[in-house]
Antibody
Framework: QVQLQQSGPELVKPGASVRISCKAS????????IHWVKQRPGQGLEWIGW????????KYNEKFKGKATLTADKSSSTAYMQLSSLTSEDSAVYFC??????????WGQGTTLTVSS | ENVLTQSPAIMSASPGEKVTMTCRAS???????LHWYQQKSGASPKLWIY???NLASGVPARFSGSGSGTSYSLTISSVEAEDAATYYC?????????FGAGTKLELK
């Protein structure tokens, strides 16, 4: 069965960077886009970007260019999102999701990022 | 950016009641690229309805979706307690991909 397993909660200081992982299983990792979505506490969903592991092409929401960097490791079927120059505005839950035919059919469990000194 | 406006923001329904929530886009969305997700508190979103009117696997038949262009809706024919959640619409018609702010369905 398809699963996306994300890394655990992170507590990081302002100005630092963090890398969140999303390990895929149960399907051919290189054949599906992986998207990343941000959800601030009590708020809605915000699309960050996608990566296609087959050729590591990426597409970003302009709002997150310079903030997020998406990568993927085919050997471990894992997608990564690095967030840099963190501020309190980056405190949120981050989800990875698999795209199938333009919708997000499987989601990771979410990774909670807290930025605090 | 294609802004999706969902209404109402919060709705309350009694079990057995029929409810409809709407999603309006600032620019036209192809019906193939308009989707709905259900999210319960503390959980990940789940694909609920894809391409306007197709129920995702495991979604009860009391749910339905319709619409075209800039106006879409999700209807529950007879609400059950397990339907309490927030429902988000999402478009994949253009970049950036966008979600509506959600409609929170509460049960009386």
């Amino acid at each position: 069965q398809v699963q996306l397993q994300q890394s655990g909660p992170e507590l990081v200081k302002p100005g630092a960077s963090v890398r969140i992982s999303c390990k895929a299983s149960g399907y051919t990792f290189t054949s599906y886009y992986i998207h990343w979505v941000k959800q601030r506490p009590g708020q809605g969903l915000e699309w960050i970007g996608w990566i296609y592991p087959g050729n590591v092409n990426t597409k970003y929401n302009e709002k997150f260019k310079g903030k997020a960097t998406l990568t993927a490791d085919k050997s471990s079927s894992t997608a990564y999102m690095q967030l840099s120059s963190l501020t309190s505005e980056d405190s949120a839950v981050y989800f990875c999701a698999r795209e199938d035919d333009y919708s997000f059919d499987y989601w990771g469990q979410g990774t909670t990022l807290t930025v605090s000194s | 950016e294609n802004v999706l406006t969902q209404s109402p923001a919060i709705m309350s329904a009694s079990p057995g009641e029929k409810v409809t929530m709407t999603c309006r886009a600032s620019s036209s969305v192809s019906s193939s690229y308009l989707h709905w997700y259900q999210q319960k508190s503390g959980a990940s979103p789940k694909l609920w309805i894809y391409s306007t009117s197709n129920l995702a696997s495991g979604v009860p038949a009391r749910f339905s979706g319709s619409g075209s262009g800039t106006s879409y809706s999700l209807t529950i024919s007879s609400v059950e307690a397990e339907d309490a959640a927030t429902y988000y619409c999402q478009q994949y018609s253009g970049y950036p991909l966008t979600f509506g702010a959600g409609t929170k369905l509460e049960l009386k």
